[in-house]
C-alpha cells in the first residue's frame, strides 16, 4: 500500500542547501504535522479506494523516514525553508523549471524530488489548525507531480497537473483561503487514484543513509 513520507529538513541533517528552522518554528512546524499527517491520510484513503486497491483503512502518513524506508509505490515530500531542488539542480548542472514559491516537484533522473517550503505554510495558516490544512494541501499538490514524473506520455508534468488535475488543490494559482480550509475535490480524487499505484523512484539524497547513518 503506498506511503505517503514526510521529511522536515534540520539543522542536524547532513545535507540541507541552507534550510534552517528556529527552535520556535521547528515547534511550530510540529504542531502542525499532527494535523496535517491526519489530513493527508484521509486524502490517500479517499484516493485509495478511488482507485478500488483495497485497504483504504490502510493509508498511511509516516514522518523522517531513512532511504531505505520509502518503497516503489510510495510518495516522500520535503518540508524545508530553502529548494533542495535548486540546490540538487546546480550542484549536478541540471536544468530546473516549473514550481512556485510554495512548492516545488523536479523529476531528476535520479528521482523525483518534491518540496513544500515551510515560510509558506507559516505565511498562510494564522494557527495550529489551518497550518495544518496548509501543509496537507500543499504536499497533495506535489504529490498529484510526483506521480506524473516518469510518464513518458506526460511532455510536462507541471502543466500537465495544472491544465488535468480538476482544478482546485491541483490548479495553479491556489487561493490561500483554499489553501487554509479547501480539501480535494472528486475529480483531483479520481486524477490522483489513476495514478497512486505507479512505481515513480523518489530522490532519497536528503534522507538518513540506513547503510551508512547519517
Request: net charge neutral.
Amino acid at each position: 500500500m503506498p506511503t505517503i513520507w514526510l521529511k522536515t529538513i534540520q539543522a542536524t541533517d547532513l545535507t540541507k542547501a541552507n534550510s534552517s528552522l528556529s527552535a520556535d518554528d521547528l515547534q511550530l512546524l510540529q504542531h502542525a504535522l499532527v494535523l496535517g499527517a491526519k489530513v493527508l491520510k484521509g486524502y490517500l484513503g479517499q484516493i485509495i479506494a478511488a482507485a478500488r486497491l483495497g485497504g483504504s483503512n490502510l493509508a498511511e502518513v509516516k514522518l523522517d523516514p531513512t532511504d531505505s524506508q520509502v518503497g516503489s509505490s510510495d510518495m516522500l515530500v520535503y518540508i524545508t525553508t530553502s529548494s533542495l531542488a535548486r540546490d540538487f539542480a546546480a550542484r549536478n548542472n541540471y536544468t530546473l523549471s516549473g514550481g512556485s514559491p510554495d512548492g516545488i516537484t523536479a523529476p531528476f533522473p535520479e528521482g523525483a524530488l518534491s518540496e513544500i517550503f515551510f515560510p509558506s505554510i507559516k505565511r498562510y495558516g494564522s494557527d495550529d489548525t489551518h497550518r495544518g490544512t496548509v501543509l496537507a494541501n500543499l504536499a497533495i499538490h506535489e504529490i498529484a507531480h510526483n506521480k506524473c514524473c516518469g510518464d513518458p506520455s506526460i511532455a510536462n508534468q507541471n502543466d500537465y497537473v495544472h491544465q488535468n488535475g480538476g482544478g482546485g488543490l491541483l490548479g495553479l494559482p491556489i487561493m490561500p483561503a483554499l489553501l487554509r480550509g479547501g480539501s480535494l475535490n472528486a475529480a483531483n480524487i479520481s486524477f490522483i487514484a489513476s495514478r497512486i499505484g505507479n512505481a515513480v523512484p523518489q530522490l532519497k539524497s536528503y534522507l538518513v543513509s540506513s547503510q551508512l547513518g547519517f
